[in-house]
């Protein structure tokens, strides 16, 4: 199978991190985000990959060059105005085939197992699969008996339970022609018309696994905590994945990094330096005597002095 995986959003929750990199290229212990997407896919069964974009378009060919991920095609399409979700899909309708396909939100961190929702796809023979979750945030999805029964109570079924959407969903090609072409489509109204025709869409209950939606600094910050060396182990990355920061050689001896700190690749950290849950990306300098918490030091940039939940 095919998957599309959405990265051309402006990432605006996550500003200024995102003013360089578009959000599912922020790193993640220097992981770009959206290759957790593609690992996580992988892992089960999918085959090649289609990502959307917009903002910071060449950062994508930067840092994910070459046209393929771990020898699986990786194929870009830029969208020069935002055509939000639904319209998004209609866009790659010819890159996607004719075959049923994955969505996934490029902002997801997810570690559960995909392939028997995709099974039970294939066999409901339903245009559309929502992968969903009991709680983690916002419950806006009406489900009952694997079938999605309304969306923010737009149907009046406020009294089938609700569940949070995890950003992830399958769909049969049959989708494509309920999407204008060429028109600016968020596709909840797409899924509110099938059901409004009596056409299902399937809901699956997902309880056990991991799922984070980093669209917010908070949560960015959180995740490297939850995946630092020793911590939660995501079980389509090799177990010594990450390293820890700690003992690099761009650190010196003299700095002290506590909790959980990430070390991007050609960062500095000058002597004297106290860090705190602090995330340096790429060719970040920290310079000595330096006072961090909880604090991003972007691609390139300097951070000095003494600084609490800063962007650098």
Same mark, same amino acid.
């Given at each position: ?8 959003? &402006? ?7 995102t ?19 593609f ?21 994508y060919e930067?840092?994910?060059? !070459? $046209? ?10 830029h ?8 319209? $998004?899909?209609?866009n ?5 085939g ?11 961190l997810?570690?559960? /197992?995909?392939?028997p ?18 709680? $983690? ?5 009406q ?27 399958? &769909? ?7 999407i204008?072409a ?15 025709? !009596?056409?299902?869409?399937? $809901?699956a209950?997902?309880? @056990? ?7 917010? @600094? ?19 990355? /090799?177990?010594?994945w ?11 001896a003299?700095?002290? &990094?506590a ?26 300098t920290?310079?000595?005597?330096s ?21 650098f």
């Open positions: 199978m095919n998957a599309f995986v959405l990265g051309a959003g &402006l990432g605006t929750r996550l500003r200024p991190l003013e360089l990199r578009p959000k599912p290229l922020v790193p993640i212990h220097g992981k770009p985000l959206i290759t957790f997407a690992d996580h896919l992988i892992a089960n069964a999918i085959s090649s990959f289609v990502v959307n974009s917009h903002h910071r378009p060449e950062a930067e840092h994910l060059p !070459g $046209g393929s991920y771990r020898d699986r095609p990786l194929v870009f399409r969208e020069p105005v935002l055509l939000d979700t639904g319209g $998004g899909i209609k790659v309708e010819d890159l996607l004719s075959e049923p396909f994955v969505v996934y939100n490029g902002d997801v997810a570690d559960f /197992p995909l392939s929702i995709i099974d039970r796809h294939l066999e409901s023979g339903f245009p559309a699969t929502l992968v969903l979750r009991p709680s $983690g945030g916002p419950l806006h999805i489900c009952r008996d694997g079938r999605v029964t309304d969306i923010r109570n737009t149907l009046g079924n406020s009294g089938d339970p609700s569940f949070l959407f995890t950003g992830i969903t399958i &769909l049969s090609p049959e989708i494509f022609r309920h204008p060429g028109k600016i489509v968020s596709i909840i109204p797409v899924y509110l018309s099938l059901l409004r025709a !009596g056409i299902p869409v399937g $809901g209950v997902v309880e @056990r696994g991991l799922w984070c939606d980093l669209g917010f @600094r908070d949560s960015y910050l959180d995740a490297h905590a939850l995946l630092r060396a020793g911590g939660h182990q995501l079980s389509y990355l /090799p177990s010594e990450p390293q820890s920061d700690h003992a690099s050689p761009a650190v010196a003299s700095a002290r &990094l909790g959980a700190c990430a070390v991007g690749r050609g960062a500095v950290v000058g002597e004297g330096a106290e860090l705190e849950d602090c995330v340096l990306w790429e060719n970040a920290v310079l000595p005597g006072r961090l918490t909880r604090c991003v030091v972007r691609d390139g940039m300097t951070a000095a002095g003494t600084a609490c939940s800063a962007d």
